[in-house]
């Protein structure tokens, strides 16, 4: 039973234009999400994080958006890099250290 | 300063056999985790070591695994008689000590295990 889904396995994006990561969860007890970034033969690490009590989260090129009615969540790169190309993770938690982790989302950026 | 370090990066090893993995987190980090990533799925929580708390070991698969974390610092994360569906990659995290369980989780870059 998976609580954390990330639908799609990859996911094509031209350089320089806007990459859209989305993320579904089933367990409403979620309140704090994180996405991670993952690049071959090295661990995930730590990209942005957003709580249940807000929206919206921005940092830089990256914005996490959280739509609680939906149980959805997405992250936008823009304007998107060759160096933004990794394996994308969602991973949320219910107020503890146990984070649940959607499969990735592979991104590759074409120059 | 360093990072979260593990060893072997690679271990190949037939079904039978008892393997050990062993994770060096970020010096002064309280709370470590080992994770296992099985190919095409999420990272699948095993175990957390907070301080001196007993551990929370509620994500082991089956008695076959183990994990110690000896003075607070390095863990070891043992696996006996090994059966093919333990091959996967073995995460381990490590995050500062602070409130809350929200912090962020440093991880190192996985030992593969692949078991024929």
């Known amino acids: 039973d998976q609580q954390v889904k990330q639908n799609s396995p990859s996911l094509s994006v031209q350089e320089g234009r806007i990459s859209i990561l989305n993320c579904d969860y089933t367990?409403?007890?979620?309140?704090?999400f994180l996405w991670y970034k993952k690049y071959p033969a090295e661990g995930p690490t730590f990209l942005i994080s957003?709580?249940?009590i807000k929206d919206k989260n921005e940092d830089g090129r990256f914005t996490v958006f959280l739509n609680k009615s939906a149980k959805h969540l997405s992250l936008h790169i823009v304007p998107s890099q060759p160096g933004d190309s990794a394996v994308y993770f969602c991973?949320?938690?219910?107020?503890?250290?146990?984070?649940?982790w959607g499969a990735g989302t592979k991104l590759i950026i074409k120059p | 300063g360093a990072g979260v370090s593990q060893s072997p990066s690679n271990k190949v090893t037939e079904k039978g056999k008892d393997v050990e993995l062993r994770c060096d987190p970020i010096?002064?980090?309280?709370?470590l985790y080992w994770y296992r990533q099985s190919l095409g799925q999420g990272l699948e929580f095993l175990i957390y070591?907070?301080?001196?708390?007993?551990?929370?070991k509620s994500g082991l698969p089956s008695d076959r695994f183990s994990a110690e974390r000896t003075g607070g610092s390095v863990s070891t994360l043992t696996i006996q008689r090994t059966q093919q569906e333990d091959s996967a990659v073995y995460l381990c995290?490590?995050?500062?000590?602070?409130?809350?369980?929200?912090?962020?989780?440093?991880f190192g870059p996985g030992t593969r295990l692949t078991v024929l």
């Open positions: 995290a490590s995050s500062p000590p602070s409130s809350g369980g929200r912090d962020t989780q440093y």
């Open positions: 010096s002064g980090h309280t709370a």
């Open positions: 070591f907070q301080g001196n708390s007993a551990p929370d």
């Open positions: 367990n409403s007890m979620f309140d704090y």
């Open positions: 957003i709580s249940s």
């Open positions: 991973a949320a938690s219910r107020g503890n250290y146990q984070l649940i």
